[in-house]
């Protein structure tokens, strides 16, 4: 495959992957965040307003200070937030939902970029179309910060799949990360 169909491809899937991830965020949108995004929703709000993070729920060891919550996430979605200036609810989801499909589709093409530098140019292209496959959190009406996390435990499910292309660039290695054997002839 030349480098030029190689990119082509590659741009399709990746464009594809946001195609999906941006229809998910609309469709989903009258969904009302609950339990975790709903708490991402609160600190993001309270990080916007300029009062930090908020403490903790009683439930999660509250009230007070709490490391419970990844502390970037908040602070990306306040980003968000701050840029949209919308004080309507369900704008502010859907500008959430939308970050968070071009943040899915960053991780497609994360994703074929590690499978190329791995294993080739085919096996990159399989590897972003099966990410590209598996809509983002945001699709389900979640706002969380584990969507690329999501997606590496599904890359390294995939990597056996993947590995198995033929591609000699790296070794075949099965779902958990061990290399494959070769099957006996006996």
């Known amino acids: 495959m030349s480098r030029r169909t190689f990119n082509l ?5 990746i464009a594809l992957a946001l195609a999906v991830r941006i229809f998910a965020a609309f ?8 339990s975790d995004a709903a708490d991402f929703d609160r600190h993001a709000l309270s990080i916007t307003a300029g009062r930090g993070y908020p403490e903790a729920l009683p439930v999660l060891g509250g009230p ?4 419970f919550r990844p502390p970037l996430y908040p602070v990306v979605l306040s980003a968000v937030y701050l840029v949209t200036d919308t004080t309507d609810e369900s704008e502010r989801w859907l500008a959430a939902r939308l970050e968070q499909a071009l943040i899915g589709t960053l991780v497609v093409a ?3 970029l590690i499978a190329f530098q791995l294993w080739g140019r085919r096996p990159a292209l399989i590897a972003a179309g099966i990410a590209a496959r598996l809509p983002a959190d945001g699709s389900r009406g979640h706002l969380a910060a584990d969507g690329a996390a999501v997606h590496g435990a599904r890359a390294r499910r995939d990597r056996g ?3 198995l292309t033929g591609s000699r660039r790296a070794p075949a290695l099965d779902c958990g990360g061990r290399p ?3 099957a006996s002839p006996h």
């Open 9 to 13: 491809a590659l741009g399709a899937i």
């Open 27 to 34: 469709e989903v949108n009258s969904i009302v965040p609950q």
């Open 161 to 163: 799949a993947v590995a």
């Open 110 to 112: 994360l994703i074929g």
């Open 180 to 182: 494959l054997r070769r």
């Open 64 to 67: 007070g200070p709490s490391a």
